[in-house]
């Protein structure tokens, strides 16, 4: 890029390593990340960066990583007030006996308020910088992330089932497009449709899923083939394995995210890659849920778009988007005795630019480069866990834990720095979960 004069700009970051993940999933050494106002303008060898901008918020990283911004592809926020509640049983178990009637008794946009805030600032100090939600009252969970500087697409929640958020799949969405309007123009707020499961929503309220989502241009968030009893269940009622099921009624597509996804046989995987979906996969939740192993390289030997969440606290028990890039890389390993597959550079991307193109925000977010949004993450990697270091993606994947993460930057503002949040006051966010944690107690 040639420059005429000194520019002043808003931020510049001069770092040891920079993981750009894209054009070319490489490190760059001793180079710079140049902001102005929201948007990343120039990537430049740190020697000659002082001779072609000025900015009074020059960041000097020498040991750390920069990588793009964390992208949690698929969690359930406000369920933090639910962590560690009803571990240890399947799934079924799990939603019918403990989760449903806790959420029956407790869930209120104030619960969804304030367990968002909280998880907001978990994934904060955990570089995440953007998050696909799942969860009841919308809205409150849309003033929690709009308060914590954090980017989001928020899903609009849909079941047959009433709760106390809603009476049926028609009020579901009747509600979920109403606060969606109270969001639409928050920059850093999009929205999906989020049916809960092909077990819980019927043909016809399917029809109407497709419907908005085509005529509002939404991505489409669900739990689909996370147990082999869903599937035993479809064939049963449907004679239709569920992927088969939504793919005769239109439902996948280059925009639906199929999370979980853990029972695909071939011809599942055929129809996902042939109509360029793409997959959620929670190695955590499906690990202590015991759902399942899923094969992440069938995956990828049809070409498929894989990213990465953490499911929601009350089954995993983090929001440690990390923890889930190195699980997903050796999970992957074990299941086909190959060492070499789903490499530390595969569990990256599966992290950042893979979610973001799940989301369609690819031309924005997931990868540092020229005209992309400044969201960015640097890790601290001078401790004697990563000493010596010869390949820093593989310390990030491999021996790197969320306290490593040290400065956290979103759309150009730095939300997080060694400790500290800019947006969200985390004795707050304490005092909000030992609240909670009183009044839950008198359930157990």
Not at 136 to 160: D, K
Not at 415 to 435: H, N, T, V
């Amino acid at each position: 890029m040639a420059h005429s004069t000194m520019q002043n700009v808003s931020a510049i970051i001069s770092t040891k390593w920079i993981c750009p993940v894209r054009p070319l999933n490489h490190v760059l050494e001793d180079h710079s990340i140049v902001i102005d106002d929201h948007q990343i303008i120039d990537i430049i060898d740190t020697k000659k960066v002082d001779a072609l901008y000025t900015t009074n918020q020059h960041y000097q990283l020498h040991h750390h990583i920069v990588t793009p911004g964390l992208i949690n592809t698929h969690t359930h926020a406000a369920m933090n007030l639910f962590r560690g509640y009803a571990d240890d049983q399947s799934l079924h178990t799990w939603l019918n006996e403990s989760i449903w009637p806790l959420e029956k008794k407790w869930v209120t946009p104030d619960f969804v308020y304030d367990g968002t805030l909280i998880a907001c600032a978990e994934m904060l100090k955990s570089g995440i910088t953007t998050f696909n939600e799942m969860y009841f009252y919308p809205q409150s969970a849309a003033q929690a992330i709009s308060q914590s500087g954090l980017r989001a697409n928020i899903g609009l929640f849909v079941m047959e089932h009433p709760s106390n958020y809603a009476n049926d799949a028609d009020d579901y969405l009747i509600k979920g497009l109403e606060a969606r309007d109270g969001w639409r123009d928050e920059k850093l707020i999009t929205s999906s449709i989020a049916p809960h499961a092909p077990y819980t929503i019927s043909n016809k309220t399917f029809e109407k899923i497709l419907t908005y989502a085509n005529q509002l241009n939404l991505t489409i968030h669900m739990h689909v083939h996370e147990t082999a009893a869903e599937i035993e269940e479809s064939i049963k009622e449907y004679q239709l394995r569920p992927i088969e099921r939504l793919n005769q009624l239109g439902i996948i597509s280059p925009q639906f995210m199929a999370v979980h996804a853990v029972h695909l046989n071939e011809h599942d995987l055929i129809t996902l890659a042939k109509e360029s979906a793409s997959v959620v996969h929670c190695p955590s939740s499906n690990l202590k849920l015991g759902s399942g192993l899923a094969n992440i390289d069938a995956m990828h030997q049809h070409h498929l778009n894989v990213c990465l969440g953490t499911d929601g606290s009350a089954s995993n028990n983090k929001l440690d988007l990390l923890h889930e890039m190195q699980l997903a890389s050796l999970i992957a390993k074990g299941l086909m005795q190959n060492p070499s597959i789903i490499d530390a550079r595969n569990s990256l991307e599966m992290a950042t630019i893979n979610g973001a193109k799940a989301l369609g925000l690819d031309d924005n977010i997931g990868s540092i480069e020229i005209g992309k949004f400044a969201d960015i993450t640097a890790f601290n990697i001078d401790s004697i866990n990563t000493l010596p270091i010869y390949d820093p993606i593989s310390h990030l994947v491999y021996a790197l834990s969320r306290d490593a993460v040290s400065h956290v930057w979103i759309n150009g503002a730095l939300q997080y720095q060694e400790g500290f949040l800019q947006s969200i006051d985390l004795k707050e966010c304490k005092d909000i979960a030992l609240r909670w944690q009183l009044k839950l107690k008198q359930n157990i």
